[in-house]
């Protein structure tokens, strides 16, 4: 039987805030958004008509990130058919999805001058490729403008339709994400439309293509340690490199609510418990999300 190290206990609720949430311990506070570069990001991103996943999800690096002079683009609109219970980006019927967009997100990552874009999407599920088309334009536009920026996709579930795969991850990206977000057990409160098989195959698959594979899983949502280091497992056996880790925070009082904050020590344990289950690199930590630090995942 494996003996864990000494780790602190996570934090117990210090009451609930003004949406009735959990407080968050002190080492989730984040500075506001101010400087210099967070106004050019911002100015950049309103001129473009360009969605974020930084603002639809609510992601709290968005000051450090955008402070830096980087963001993540969310492409083919910011509606989603699925209806995940931990995220913050709308949930509909998405309008057609622009065929400029490509054009308009390679001139805005051209303009930052930003040395790694990352690009994620909404699921477009009604969609017969899923929006592969699109994916496939975006990275391509990128690099024609951009040539020596290295990208980072992180792509949806495609539904077992592996051509549309094909189609997302052979535009010449470094590096391709697809977050599996929790564990096994809790998949079907945590993404009811998804399958955790499905998403493990999708990881293998671009392995199999010859990609840097990543994923995300988020901690606080009631896992289990055994469950995680199964997750960790599965995804060693499925071909995964790049494994990010972070505190589930939950945006709306309509959302999954949070079960626990994972301490700081415990995230440290998880990074080394990943790394000697095989996964090559591990971001882990409360405030890490899939793209926080993304550019330092080109290389592994």
Not at 66 to 77: C, E, K, Q, V, Y
Not at 101 to 113: D, H, K, N, S, T
Not at 189 to 205: D, F, G, M, N, T
Request: proline letters at 5%; aromatic letters at 6%.
């Amino acid at each position: 039987m494996m003996t864990l190290p000494v780790i602190q206990p996570n934090a117990k609720p210090e009451g609930l805030n003004a949406l009735g949430q959990p407080r968050k311990p002190n080492w989730l506070r984040v500075k506001l958004p101010v400087g210099k570069e967070y106004t050019k990001v911002r100015s950049i991103v309103d001129e473009y008509k360009l969605h974020t996943i930084c603002e639809s999800g609510n992601c709290p690096n968005m000051g450090e990130c955008w402070g830096a002079g980087t963001a993540t683009f969310m492409i083919l609109g910011n509606v989603c058919t699925r209806s995940c219970s931990f995220c913050a980006v709308a949930t509909g019927r998405p309008n057609e999805y622009d065929v400029d967009e490509p054009r308009r997100v390679a001139e805005a990552i051209q303009l930052m001058g930003v040395k790694h874009a990352v690009i994620t999407s909404v699921n477009r599920d009604e969609l017969k490729d899923r929006g592969a088309a699109i994916w496939h334009e975006t990275v391509k536009q990128v690099k024609l403008l951009s040539p020596t920026t290295t990208i980072e996709t992180l792509i949806p579930d495609v539904k077992g339709t592996w051509d549309a795969l094909i189609t997302m991850i052979s535009p010449g990206q470094e590096v391709v994400s697809h977050n599996m977000e929790t564990v096994k057990e809790l998949y079907r409160r945590v993404r009811p439309q998804a399958k955790y098989e499905r998403s493990l195959e999708q990881i293998r698959r671009t392995k199999e293509y010859g990609k840097r594979t990543k994923t995300g899983i988020m901690l606080g949502l009631g896992e289990t340690r055994e469950q995680v280091y199964q997750a960790m497992d599965d995804l060693a056996a499925n071909g995964c490199d790049i494994l990010t880790l972070g505190q589930y925070l939950q945006p709306t009082k309509l959302h999954i609510e949070v079960a626990e904050f994972i301490h700081p020590d415990l995230f440290e344990h998880y990074r080394v418990e990943g790394l000697r289950r095989g996964i090559k690199y591990v971001e882990s930590g409360p405030l890490v999300r899939s793209s926080y630090h993304a550019e330092r995942h080109v290389n592994v």
